[in-house]
């Protein structure tokens, strides 16, 4: 089944025949993508940068969240080493 909307570039207001048949469509006039999604209500457009977005911000919360396991990591490993070197350091002051 193939449907048209019309309805304006959310970016610069140039008219957009879109149908659904298309995943991804350009406005012809500016160059702003939307993804197009078809159901039984009939199609619906998103602005393909919102959808970049979220996936970007969640792949950077998830990169944040293995960096902060790294820090906690190595924060460990230099405790652990300045507690060897601190009863190294007992060790030959009391030998």
């Known amino acids: 089944m193939t449907g048209y909307i019309t309805l304006d570039c ?13 995943e991804i469509y350009s406005c012809p006039y500016c160059g702003m993508q939307y993804l197009v999604q078809s159901s039984e209500k009939g199609i619906t457009i998103r602005k393909l940068d919102e959808r970049v977005s979220k996936v970007e911000n969640e792949q950077t919360e998830i990169k944040i969240n293995l960096l902060a396991s790294d820090l906690e990591q190595i924060r460990s490993k230099i405790n652990e080493v300045f507690s060897n070197l601190a009863l190294k ?3 030959q002051n009391h030998s």
């Open 10 to 22: 959310q970016k610069c207001g140039g008219s957009l025949e879109i149908s659904d048949e298309f």
């Open 89 to 91: 350091d007992d060790y």
